[in-house]
């Protein structure tokens, strides 16, 4: 089935600048909120862009059929409304599986990638089971519910106390989500091909942002992908697990400067 756009675009947040974009997508059950401290301390020198994936935050469920592939069609579409003809793309985990499918398609559109905890890495069997039986869950007991056990995993233990009212913000916004829009996107997360060819043939810098507790993404699967790459650079987060942008802000804000920076001197 071809793509299907059935919505007018994306709903979106933008910080304006002169140089260019910065394209920040969000992961699974989660909303462009999760950047509002990174975009605000990077909007002074970057113009910032953070939408809402179909499904997710003030976006409407605007793609049939639902698949990464076309969520990267949408952002397309999106980039065409607001005359984007190049950007920095980063994505946390789902997004940055969007952003590899983007890549694919419009490598002339890509100044620089980031895979923020993100893999190029398909699913393993193990862990396509383990979506289909999440997005069963989901459909039968409510997006808050898998929330409630998803998001406090997604933090290194170290953090998990610290954090917890950061946490109970994200399953609040997750609690809004409708629960067929988040089975459908845990299956369409299951069912993404293996892009490390992508990784493999493009010519920009690629920045990998992992965390050394991470039990979605591991740190060693980041380490084996790079050297796919032919410009890479790795951050390792310490007492880190899937959550960078809040578990370590500062660090990561200033590797993802540096990214920036680097990129544009490309």
Not at 220 to 249: I, R, W
Request: net charge neutral.
């Amino acid at each position: 089935m071809k793509f299907k756009l059935l919505m007018d675009s994306l709903a979106y947040k933008i910080y304006p600048s002169q140089k260019t974009p910065l394209v920040l997508l969000h992961g699974f059950c989660e909303n462009n909120k999760i950047w509002n401290t990174l975009a605000q301390h990077l909007s002074k020198n970057y113009e910032i862009i953070c939408p809402d994936l179909s499904g997710f935050g003030e976006s409407p469920l605007n793609i049939r059929p639902y698949s990464i592939e076309n969520l990267a069609e949408e952002l397309n579409t999106l980039f065409i409304k607001l005359a984007i003809e190049k950007c920095i793309l980063i994505g946390h985990s789902m997004g940055g599986y969007v952003s590899l499918a983007f890549a694919e398609k419009y490598p002339e559109k890509i100044a620089g990638l980031g895979l923020f905890h993100s893999t190029a890495f398909a699913d393993t069997e193990q862990k396509q089971e383990t979506r289909t039986k999440a997005s069963a869950f989901i459909r039968e007991n409510g997006t808050k519910k898998f929330a409630s056990s998803l998001f406090p995993s997604l933090y290194s233990e170290e953090n998990r106390k610290a954090l917890s009212s950061n946490i109970e913000t994200l399953v609040e916004e997750a609690a809004k989500i409708p629960a067929e829009n988040a089975a459908i996107a845990m299956e369409a997360m299951r069912d993404r091909p293996d892009r490390r060819h992508v990784i493999s043939k493009l010519e920009v810098p690629i920045l990998y942002i992992m965390g050394q507790s991470d039990t979605a993404v591991p740190v060693e699967q980041n380490v084996q992908e790079c050297f796919y790459a032919k410009d890479s650079t790795l951050v390792a987060l310490e007492n880190t697990g899937h959550m960078g942008m809040f578990e370590a802000p500062q660090v990561v804000t200033k590797r993802i400067k540096e990214f920036l920076k680097y990129c544009h001197q490309s």
